[in-house]
């Protein structure tokens, strides 16, 4: 596989957990500007879980080639996302004013298992309509 390929596969994900990441390393009061949404009951975990459907997405689509059909891609994407949202949480520890919690982590296992299953569905379709017809193979 060509270095262009892997880079079209890989780079989205890598970038978006890299913005995960910058926004980790907010301190806590950096934040303070966006406190009006933060009054709604759960919205924190809500951005979380948005911010790891992205990141599951992503990832899920730089594991799986189009030439396979599933196997290990499913799992290995949940896996990969839910291990980043720990070390992530566990990163924030070392953030003034942010603090790890087992909550947060929760939301983002979600939104990443959310996530792989809407492009797990997605691929699903536009293989199925591809197979009849319906789409022109690449």
Not at 104 to 126: C, E, P, Q, T
Request: net charge positive.
């Amino acid at each position: 596989m060509s270095i262009i390929k892997l880079l079209n596969r890989f780079l989205p994900a890598l970038l978006w957990a890299t913005v995960i990441f910058i926004l980790s390393s907010i301190p806590g009061k950096g934040f303070a500007k966006f406190q009006f949404f933060f009054y709604l009951p759960f919205a924190d975990k809500l951005v979380h879980g948005v911010i790891y459907l992205i990141l599951g997405v992503l990832t899920y689509r730089a594991f799986s080639p189009t030439e396979r059909r599933f196997n290990y891609t499913l799992p290995l994407s949940i896996i990969l996302c839910t291990a980043f949202g720990f070390t992530d949480e566990l990163h924030q520890t070392f953030i003034p004013g942010r603090d790890m919690s087992m909550y947060d982590l929760l939301a983002d296992s979600i939104g990443a298992i959310i996530g792989v299953s809407l492009w797990y569905i997605f691929r699903s379709k536009v293989k199925a309509l591809k197979a009849e017809g319906g789409l022109p193979h690449e």
